[in-house]
């Protein structure tokens, strides 16, 4: 079974509903540890949300430099599918491995809302069980979530295709170009604000047309990574 | 112990709503003297040893790769204390 690795740093909130994301989407979740400098072998791996060391100097600056990271990095560099869910992502781009920052939300305040997004960028190990431009709904949670980058940067961006998802009807928290996750070059490595894994069973997600929180659009984003290494 | 002083500062171009938020405060209180207010980070090193060029390169890399994100922030100062200041700080300690 393909084995999925979802690190647990100090102040991670959101590594449970990663691991079960894992299981329901049919992989095998593996518990890895901030301090140890050991992938235990995972196929994939998640970086989750929460407030790791409290946010303390930048968020995701201390956990980004902890001993796993430095695997997580030269993994990402083999092609391992990578994942960084909000707090993951911040890690992401403060380990270079992903362009970009995160700065506090424009309008200063912490945001909760289930979210409309685009998914623009299917070609990733994380988004190929979407149509291209399909619209799902996930849930937002963050204070600082305002993706920010130089000029140049989010021309290239924009330009190679690499916004994966855009948010849709209002910019949360502030994104440039309304730009909630992006992927690295290779497309093995992908970085978004929204949670993916508080949408994935019936009866826990956001709200539907059809019935009340039976959003399930977060699964497909972790059975991509199992069609991504089934493919490779 | 020398000490050397690190400051950081949001970029120029970005919102920084911390910022905005402090001076509506100003505003509300009636301090109109002061247009606006930008908020940044002072962190300071005590450094073993006497501080030589070669100890402030290396303060200067850990404030560009560490202490700030170049991405969002700006190295604004990398200075070390003057021994004025350090006596200052001396005597307020000892309640002097």
């Known amino acids: 079974m393909t084995r999925v690795g979802v690190v647990t740093f100090p102040g991670s909130l959101d590594d449970g509903d990663a691991r079960r994301a894992v299981r329901l989407a049919g992989a095998d979740p593996v518990r890895l540890w901030h301090g140890d400098a050991d992938l235990q072998g995972v196929d994939a791996v998640v970086l989750p949300g929460g407030f ?97 980058a130089d000029a140049d940067t989010i021309a290239r961006l924009e330009g190679d295709g690499r916004v994966v998802f855009r948010y849709l009807d209002v910019d949360p928290n502030g994104s440039v170009n309304r730009i909630a996750g992006i992927a690295n070059e290779r497309g093995n490595v992908v970085g978004l604000m929204p949670h993916p894994e508080h949408a994935v069973e019936p009866g826990f997600g956001p709200d539907t047309p059809a019935a009340m929180r039976s959003g399930v659009d977060g699964l497909r984003i972790f059975r991509s990574a199992l069609q991504a290494l089934l493919a490779a | 112990m020398p000490v050397i002083v690190v400051e950081v500062m949001p970029k120029a171009e970005l919102l920084d709503p911390q910022g905005k938020a402090v001076a509506g405060a100003l505003h ?40 700030a994100n170049l991405v969002i922030e700006d190295v604004v100062g990398v200075r070390e204390l003057t021994t004025a200041e350090l006596e200052d700080r001396l005597d307020a300690e000892v309640g002097a």
Not at chain 1, 65 to 76: D, G, K, N, R
Not at chain 1, 125 to 147: C, R, S
Not at chain 2, 47 to 62: C, Q, S
């Open chain 1, 52 to 148: 790791s060391y409290g946010d303390y100097l930048r968020c995701g600056a201390i956990a980004a430099l902890s001993p796993i990271m430095t695997e997580v990095v030269a993994a990402a560099d083999r092609g391992t599918p990578v994942l960084g869910i909000c707090n993951g992502f911040q890690m992401l781009t403060e380990a270079h491995l992903l362009p970009g920052g995160l700065v506090r939300n424009d309008h200063g305040a912490f945001v909760c809302r289930d979210q409309r997004l685009r998914v623009e960028r299917t070609g990733t190990a994380w988004t190929n069980a979407f149509e291209q431009d399909e619209e799902i709904v996930v849930p937002l949670k963050n204070g600082e979530g305002g993706f920010t």
């Open chain 2, 28 to 67: 509300r209180l009636g301090r109109t003297a002061f247009g606006g207010v930008r908020v940044g980070k002072r962190f300071e090193l005590t450094v073993e040893g006497p501080v030589t060029d070669a100890v402030l390169a290396e303060a200067r890399e850990v404030a560009e790769s560490l202490l």
